[in-house]
């Protein structure tokens, strides 16, 4: 079930007026049986395997906790890691390595051709976090079966995250629930904000990015670069579009809910936009991979060979492909060239004393995020590439475009009259004033709208919390220009989001 059609739009309303009338013993039943529902819309059988993870994990934590030598807890922890670890091996990765591997050997490859579970990534490194938390004693075992299966399944966030962590969602299972007219309020408006960013931005933008992307050698370099830019800000949108329509849900329902982005096209390094982009996923790599592995405690190379492992980790977890590998690989290259070169920097700016001007700090702030942006667009060139020799071509097109290269004054200025980008796309005149008119303006007037969404997510507070605290007028003006934009502009033809293919 999609967050996008007609049917989520009746399932979340029917959910929500049983949910609050009912007595607290049964709220989560309910929500439980809801999630279970949501997930077997996609295929019955996928349930199967949730639950086999819910309920190796919740009993390996029994185990943990009672077990009296560290080497027994780490024999439970071991197997428990090597069910669901092989569980999603199978599933996602087994094709994929292969495949690989008979290349290498001009042999036959071995091909399961398993149909890949959605969202399996997500409740599998889920659930995974919690038997750690529970071996490392952050956190106690959950003798409630049913409350532990809830934070497992619950479906705001079940196929595509936020990666909860259970020190945070766990102890909200044992508050008592209550119906809150300002907090439903604030939840419904930040699920519109979701849906403006994906059915309005991100599917607008995918239109051109899958024309382009399906045949890139017939375009040019300025037009390669411009579907780039477009799938950045679609990706943004379609992923940061869902992780909102899951905080605001979960929100109507009394649950918190991790923020998953913080304008990360705002930061000024690739270190910085790590920490605002996909922040579940940054932080339990970080958690259970980076730091296990020694993160900065063993010296300067072992440090940067802990972020390119990492890295590699965060690619591979993308997706059964080369081209995520490659993307992983090149940001984990990008971490390790900043951390190199980060104290000639500091000390550059200590001896020419540059950090006492202001507007240093304000042109660094600024050349930082064009820079960062830059890069990251560079790196989605092998995340939205079919594959490595299709990505490799693109970046060629680029650089040693036909006609000059990308330095050629002649490729920037076709590359100004890019408003026409919607042009390019294979229709006739009449239908190429529909998509401009209808589409291209209203797409621009709304990724401008995204801007200064993006702006208002600021340091006194993000932007839907202090809207919900103007007077009522403001809220549902607020809600109504929304909801405006997404009527006017909205793609109303479901389509998955891109996250649910991890």
């Not at 091996?89 to 495949?99: E, I, L």
């Not at 936020?162 to 909200?172: D, L, M, T, Y």
């Not at 995020?369 to 890069?375: G, S």
Request: charged residues 15%.
């Amino acid at each position: 079930m999609l967050f996008n059609s007609l049917e989520f739009l009746i399932f979340f309303p029917v959910v929500c007026l049983l949910y609050f009338p009912l007595p607290q013993a049964l709220k989560k039943p309910w929500l439980l049986v809801c999630s279970y529902y949501f997930y077997m819309c996609w295929h019955a059988g996928f349930a199967l395997l949730i639950f086999v993870s819910t309920l190796s994990t919740w009993v390996c934590g029994f185990f943990i906790e009672r077990c009296t030598t560290v080497k027994l807890r780490r024999l439970a922890l071991a197997l428990n890691l090597a069910l669901n670890l092989g569980i999603l091996f199978t599933f996602k990765y087994f094709d994929f390595f292969s495949g690989s591997i008979a290349a290498i050997f001009g042999a036959k490859p071995l091909l399961l051709s398993l149909t890949l579970p959605v969202g399996i990534s997500f409740y599998t490194f889920q659930a995974l976090g919690y038997s750690i938390d529970v071996y490392r004693g952050d956190i106690p075992h959950e003798k409630n079966f049913l409350n532990y299966a809830l934070f497992v399944s619950f479906f705001p966030q079940l196929v595509a995250g936020p990666i909860e962590r259970s020190v945070n969602f766990i102890p909200q299972l044992h508050e008592r629930k209550y119906f809150d007219e300002r907090r439903v309020e604030s939840g419904i408006a930040r699920m519109l904000v979701g849906f403006f960013k994906k059915v309005v931005i991100a599917d607008g933008l995918a239109a051109f990015v899958d024309v382009v992307y399906a045949a890139p050698e017939k375009f040019s370099a300025a037009q390669l670069i411009f579907a780039t830019v477009a799938f950045a800000i679609q990706i943004y949108c379609d992923f940061g579009g869902y992780s909102d329509i899951a905080v605001g849900a979960a929100q109507v329902l009394g649950f918190r809910l991790m923020q998953n982005f913080d304008r990360p096209y705002f930061a000024s390094s690739v270190d910085d936009f790590w920490r605002r982009w996909h922040i579940s996923l940054s932080g339990w790599l970080r958690d259970y991979v980076y730091i296990p592995l020694g993160g900065n405690r063993k010296g300067a190379w072992r440090k940067r060979l802990n972020l390119f492992i990492t890295f590699l980790a965060s690619g591979l977890w993308h997706g059964a492909s080369w081209t995520y590998v490659a993307w992983g690989a090149l940001h984990g290259i990008y971490q390790v060239i900043g951390d190199i070169t980060r104290g000639v920097r500091k000390k550059l700016y200590a001896d020419w004393k540059l950090e006492n001007f202001w507007l240093f700090k304000a042109l660094r702030k600024v050349l930082g995020c064009v820079f960062t942006f830059a890069l990251t667009n560079l790196a989605y060139v092998f995340f939205r590439a079919q594959t490595l020799p299709q990505a490799v071509m693109v970046l060629q097109r680029i650089f040693a475009a036909e006609g000059g290269s990308l330095l050629d004054g002649k490729v920037w200025l076709q590359a100004l009259q890019g408003i026409q980008f919607f042009g390019l796309l294979p229709v006739d005149a009449l239908s190429w004033a529909h998509i401009l008119t209808n589409t291209g303006i209203g797409l621009g007037l709304c990724v401008a709208l995204l801007i200064l969404l993006d702006l208002g997510e600021g340091r006194s507070g993000r932007l839907i919390d202090r809207i919900s605290r103007c007077p009522y007028p403001v809220r549902w003006a607020f809600c109504l220009v929304l909801l405006g934009a997404i009527m006017l502009y909205g793609s109303f033809e479901p389509s998955g989001f891109y996250y649910f293919q991890f």
